[in-house]
């Protein structure tokens, strides 16, 4: 199975903040690989697929890139809806798996 | 257009339990679809993927030969056949449609989530 790591775990960030999110797989996934936010209580929510086409209504300061096995996330200028838990995952095979998720807090 | 997933509550260990997810304002039978679950605290983690027609099925390690999932395409109704639980099924169970833009897979609907708990 492919393995997934984030980093950071956890992030403070103020209000206008450009964060950075990193994902890594086990191999090479090419860019097989989907990033969802989720808040607390909530489903998640599709922000990028493709490690770099954003979906449909997502803000244009969330974007994506990397492939193989390196991928990140950034946000451009954080803001306050955006504070929550970060998850990439990949599907390039089964089973698909997720990261352990970045939880991005106020600083 | 949402999923709207049922079935949750409270078993003992070594019971079972049946999920129902219900899709509406889109067509059910075009899609692929999956589950997905949540442990209390923790992070996502995937379980099962049904193709459109149901002929193809994948599952976690995790809960291959005690979950399955299905579908029945003319209720709009996806499932998911527990058994076998444990206390670490404890969980929101949540279904997701799965487009493929190919040859690039993503779970864009989600449901709200149902939640198992397995305790005596």
């Known amino acids: 199975d492919i393995q997934l790591t984030q980093s950071p775990s956890f992030l403070s960030a103020s209000v206008g903040d450009r964060v950075t999110i990193t994902c890594r797989a086990s191999q090479g996934i090419s860019s097989y690989l989907v990033w969802y936010q989720q808040k607390p209580g909530k489903a998640p929510k599709l922000l990028i697929y493709a490690a770099s086409t954003l979906q449909s209504g997502v803000p244009s300061r969330f974007s994506g890139s990397g492939s193989g096995t390196e991928f990140i996330l950034t946000i451009s200028s954080l803001q306050p809806e955006d504070f929550a838990t970060y998850y990439c995952q990949q599907v390039n095979s089964y089973p698909r798996t997720f990261g352990p998720g970045t939880k991005v807090d106020i600083k | 257009v949402q999923l709207v997933e049922s079935g949750g509550g409270l078993v003992k260990p070594g019971g079972s339990l049946r999920l129902s997810c219900a899709a509406s304002?889109?067509?059910?039978?075009?899609?692929?679809m999956s589950w997905i679950r949540q442990a209390p605290g923790k992070g996502l983690e995937w379980l099962s993927y049904?193709?459109?027609?149901?002929?193809?099925?994948y599952y976690a390690d995790s809960v291959k030969g005690r979950f399955t999932i299905s579908r029945d395409n003319a209720k709009s109704l996806l499932y998911l056949q527990m058994n076998s639980l444990r206390a670490d099924d404890t969980a929101v169970y949540y279904c997701?449609?799965?487009?493929?833009?190919?040859?690039?897979?993503?779970?864009?609907?989600w449901g709200r989530g149902t939640l198992v708990t397995v305790s005596s």
């Open positions: 304002g889109f067509t059910f039978s075009d899609h692929y």
């Open positions: 997701a449609r799965d487009r493929l833009t190919v040859p690039h897979w993503y779970s864009d609907l």
């Open positions: 049904i193709s459109a027609s149901g002929r193809t099925i």
